[in-house]
């Protein structure tokens, strides 16, 4: 087992399947180089009944339900890097992440709802790989009514 599944199975977590797009003309990742852009990763695309898929933050739904998506949104998109790239221990950074928060207009922590993105990142891949860069941008809607959108860039070994 890879250093990095062990890390996931010592934090109890299992991976649930990739992103899987539901069209041709886009995909879930490009590799170009050492570098995979991961696309958007969307509430409404979880598995995960127990976290909000719907809804605007601070209207229909709490900051801390939204935390709660946006790290189960990272653990998705740790399973779909791991899906194009084979094994995790590939991962030589997580270099940014991009979180797009469906929030009321008035709202203004949406860098707090991107926390549960960030702290899971740093908890499984550690602090030389797993500090980012990030973004975290109040939107007035998304697909679906998703609270949170998520995309990112990652560094991978050869």
């Known amino acids: 087992m890879s250093r990095i599944e062990t890390r996931l199975a010592e934090l109890g977590i299992v991976l649930p399947p990739p992103l899987v797009l539901p069209s041709e003309n886009r995909t879930s990742a490009v590799q170009i180089g050492e570098m995979l852009y991961v696309s958007g990763h969307g509430a409404a695309l979880l598995d995960d009944d127990s976290v909000r898929r719907r809804g605007k933050v601070d209207l229909d739904i709490t900051e801390a339900e939204a935390q709660a998506t946006a790290r189960a949104l990272a653990i998705k998109m740790i399973a779909t890097v791991k899906h194009h790239v084979g094994d995790?221990?590939?991962v030589a950074r997580v270099v940014k992440i991009l979180g797009m928060i469906n929030a009321h207009p008035?709202?203004?922590?949406?860098?707090?709802v991107l926390n549960g993105a960030s702290d899971l990142f740093f908890q499984v891949f550690g602090p030389e790989i797993g500090c980012h860069a990030r973004s975290s941008v109040g939107?007035?809607?998304?697909?679906?009514?998703?609270p949170v959108e998520i995309e990112g860039i990652f560094h991978i070994r050869p």
């Open 139 to 146: 939107v007035a809607g998304l697909v679906d009514r998703q």
């Open 88 to 90: 995790l221990d590939r």
């Open 106 to 112: 008035d709202y203004e922590r949406q860098n707090r």
